[in-house]
């Protein structure tokens, strides 16, 4: 950046030389990687604009209705949308999916039936999903889980290099697997989110041996990080959150489920019940919130992923251990930063908080938040409250203490993250 620019951090923002140079040096260094990232934007830019422009989107679509919602054009537009981006027959786009979970909990508690074998590809998924298949750690198990209706549960690990083991996925498979479901994202994990290459392989390997058998993505974080996204290589269904990459930090809240139409009704009818399906419940306004973030999102995540690739060399230069690794070509939108200390992990997210446009003078404190079994301690200094594609900072506190960086909806305000949180270490 410019020495004016240099200056205002020093004088107006106290940050020092150091990290001043450090954070300018990396961003050379990035400068191919930058490029390429910026033409995946333009192109899921226009990805985005032709699917408004093919579904003939205008004013009238950004009215609502009450009761029942039935014949809300908006609603109906939005999910044509959804589906013409994602490149499948379907859609649910509603702001009443509470979040992502819901979204995925809807998408297994709808396609598994007593008897079905679900097989998580991708090894342990996000904590929150263990609470829906049922096996979160002993005594916290809650009623009407996937394994509470009778549904068959398999998990195959990630090989040691972190990737998915095909084979194992393979003799995983019986007659009774119904659904293989992955997880695109690292969740609170240590590993580099699935590439589409390996998802595109597990579909491919799936259906090779049964193509009645579902394979599921959540794609939590994925949106737009490539040019084509998991439904493009084969994956029938496909959920997410909507105060994450799709929103584009405009939505309010929902979340998304898209693919093969059969599944989308089915899920359809556990979202709302059998019989109703998708063609009631209402937006309360949202349509036009949802439609512009979907427009902005393809930007968004570029300024999102320009950051977590920054803060990830960064720290990779501090001498912490970063996932994906330093310069590595991203699935996601996530920086790992593993802290090995409770202490650093805090100051971290701290610093991040002090960032923020919203709440920028409070203190993050680990709580017992819902769905999770260790207590969390989140930074999310935002105007949607808890929305992860704005600049945040979140950890589990448990060994071996490893921080989530992610969000930014400027690359200027991630940056200025950067180097506020290396300010206090250097
Ligand atoms: C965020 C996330 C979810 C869903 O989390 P919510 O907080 O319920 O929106 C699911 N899977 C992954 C990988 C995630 O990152």
Redesign the pocket.
């Known amino acids: 950046m410019s020495e004016r620019y240099d200056d205002f951090l020093r004088k107006e923002l106290g940050i020092k030389e150091q990290a001043i140079n450090m954070v300018n040096e990396a961003e050379q260094e990035l400068q191919p990687m930058f490029t390429e990232l910026d033409d995946i934007c333009a192109i899921n830019q226009l990805k985005v604009l032709k699917a408004f422009q093919d579904n003939r989107i205008n004013a009238t679509h950004f009215n609502w209705n009450t009761g029942y919602g039935y014949d809300d054009d908006g609603r109906e537009a939005v999910e044509r949308v959804y589906a013409s981006v994602f490149h499948t027959e379907a859609a649910l786009v509603r702001p009443n999916i509470v979040?992502?979970?819901?979204a995925?909990a809807t998408t297994l508690l709808g396609l598994l039936k007593p008897g079905d074998e679900l097989i998580e590809a991708s090894g342990k998924?996000?904590d929150?999903?263990g609470n829906v298949i049922g096996t979160a750690k002993e005594g916290d198990n809650f009623t009407g889980t996937l394994l509470d209706y009778g549904v068959l549960y398999k998990e195959v690990p990630l090989t040691p290099d972190m990737d998915i083991d095909f084979e194992a996925v393979r003799s995983a498979i019986s007659n009774k697997t119904k659904v293989v479901a992955m997880?695109?994202?690292?969740?609170y994990d240590w590993r580099p989110a699935i590439s589409l290459a390996s998802i595109e392989k597990v579909v491919t390997l799936v259906h090779e041996i049964n193509p009645e058998i579902i394979v599921f993505i959540?794609n939590?974080?994925g949106e737009f990080v490539d040019t084509y996204e998991p439904t493009d290589v084969g994956v029938d269904i496909m959920a997410g959150?909507l105060?994450?990459n799709p929103g584009g930090g405009i939505a309010l809240s929902g979340?998304y489920i898209v693919g093969r139409a059969d599944l989308v009704e089915q899920v359809s009818y556990r979202l709302t019940c059998p019989g109703i399906g998708g063609e009631c419940g209402l937006t309360y306004g949202q349509n036009r919130n949802v439609l512009q973030g979907l427009f902005l999102s393809p930007k968004i995540v570029n300024s999102a992923i320009k950051g977590a690739t920054l803060c990830g060399v960064i720290y990779d230069k501090l001498g912490y251990e970063v996932m994906p690794r330093a310069f590595a070509k991203r699935s996601d939108i996530?920086q790992a930063i593993k802290f090995g200390d409770a202490d650093k992990t805090c100051a971290f997210c701290n610093a991040v908080q002090s960032s923020a446009p919203i709440d920028s003078y409070v203190t993050p404190i680990p709580w017992d938040m819902p769905?999770y079994n260790d207590q969390v301690i989140m930074a999310a200094g935002a105007f949607v409250m808890?929305s992860?594609i704005e600049l945040s900072a979140d950890a589990p506190l448990r060994e071996p203490y490893i921080a989530y960086f992610q969000g930014g909806l400027t690359y200027e305000h991630a940056r200025f993250g950067v180097l506020k949180s290396i300010n206090s270490l250097i």
């Open positions: 979040n992502g979970t819901h995925i998924p996000y929150t999903l997880q695109r994202s690292t969740g959540d939590c974080y959150s105060i994450k979340g996530i769905g808890g992860s």
